[in-house]
């Protein structure tokens, strides 16, 4: 397996606009995980799911951002509209069974909000 | 809910010597305890893992040990090398929840020729 991807692995996009981030988890795993890494904060969890379906979104900061999993095989991140403050690493992150298991993360995504 | 304390922030050794990470957290029913590091522009990797129901776990030179009573558990890298330099994280997952983790705030170590 590929490991988890993510795409694009860089975004720069003016205040204001629709930002998507897109993953595509290992094929088999039953959770998927979206992380915002900053300096001052850290490592975060915006949201994950539990077979494609929204487990816990209390790390969503606020209406701004969305998240979906159509199916097993696709998850997108979406932030509109976009402010500077969004500008972060997001991570994607799957495993088998939660959180008692090893999470694989993917290369991550670098949004830049300006 | 659970929160993980990560110390040191930063911490700079000279190749060869030993580094130790230390993490507390604050859930008793806490029960899997993983390390992961992250290097430069890719995603935090899994190193370690320990389950509550040992005290400690080695592998190679990495070693994690856990003092449930305490609430503490700690990553010990011997004879370190120039490619352990990178950021740490320790993780728990929260109270109530088994589906998540909850990090630290990591350890950038840097590993000095």
């Known amino acids: 397996d590929a490991g988890v991807i993510q795409s694009p692995r860089h975004e720069v996009t003016e205040m204001g606009q629709e930002v998507t981030l897109r993953c595509k988890p290992i094929?088999?795993?039953?959770?998927l995980f979206w992380y915002r890494q900053t300096m001052m904060r850290g490592l975060e969890l915006l949201i994950y799911?539990?077979?494609?379906?929204?487990?816990?979104d209390s790390g969503m900061p606020e209406d701004r951002f969305s998240a979906k999993m159509p199916n097993a095989s696709f998850s997108t991140l979406k932030i509109q509209p976009s402010e500077p403050r969004d500008s972060a690493v997001y991570f994607c992150?799957?495993?088998?069974?939660?959180?008692?298991?090893?999470?694989?993360f993917g290369q991550g995504t670098r949004l830049t909000v300006v | 809910g659970e929160n993980v304390e990560q110390h040191p922030s930063t911490l700079s050794v000279q190749e060869g010597d030993s580094a130790v990470i230390k993490c507390t957290y604050s859930?008793?029913?806490?029960?899997?305890f993983p390390w992961y590091k992250q290097e430069l522009g890719k995603g935090p990797q899994l190193i370690i893992d320990?389950?509550?129901?040992?005290g400690e776990k080695k592998d190679q030179r990495i070693a994690v040990t856990l003092n449930k009573t305490a609430k503490h558990f700690s990553l010990h890298i011997t004879e370190t090398q120039p490619e352990d330099s990178a950021v740490y994280f320790c993780?728990?997952?929260?109270?109530?929840?088994?589906?998540?983790?909850?990090f630290g705030k990591g350890t950038k170590l840097s590993v000095k020729p």
């Open positions: 094929s088999g795993h039953d959770y």
């Open positions: 993780a728990a997952p929260p109270r109530g929840s088994q589906g998540n983790l909850i």
């Open positions: 799911f539990n077979n494609n379906v929204p487990i816990d």
């Open positions: 320990i389950r509550s129901n040992v």
């Open positions: 859930d008793s029913a806490s029960n899997y």
């Open positions: 992150a799957s495993s088998f069974y939660g959180g008692n298991t090893e999470a694989f």
